[in-house]
């Protein structure tokens, strides 16, 4: 409901944000929850709320889409950039650790 009347507006997100920056280089077979879990919080919002509802709350994309007001093809498309942006930011951890 909290997100609802936030009207929250989903923007699109064209270039990975230079965040990564404060978290320190490791392998991924080091990737902790900590630094996973400030992967996901430097998301931006829309992306974070869909990726939290669905991977971390296990709420289906209709679900996600009647609590956000939105289509659910929205709440997938969401979720598909938001894992896209968390792969590049390991794929940089990764090459920053090498």
């Known amino acids: 409901k909290y997100i609802q009347k936030k009207k929250l507006q989903f923007a699109e997100v064209n270039e990975l ?11 991924y077979s080091h990737l902790g929850e900590d630094v996973l879990m400030q992967l996901i919080q430097q998301l931006p919002t829309g992306y974070k709320i869909v990726f939290n509802l ?11 889409a009647a609590m956000l007001n939105i289509k659910a093809s929205t709440s997938r498309s969401q979720l598909v950039k938001a894992r896209k942006i968390l792969q590049e930011q390991i794929i940089q951890l990764q090459k920053i650790a090498v």
């Open 54 to 64: 669905n991977v971390i709350e296990g709420y289906s994309h209709e679900e996600i």
């Open 17 to 27: 944000q230079e965040a990564t920056a404060n978290i320190p280089a490791m392998a």
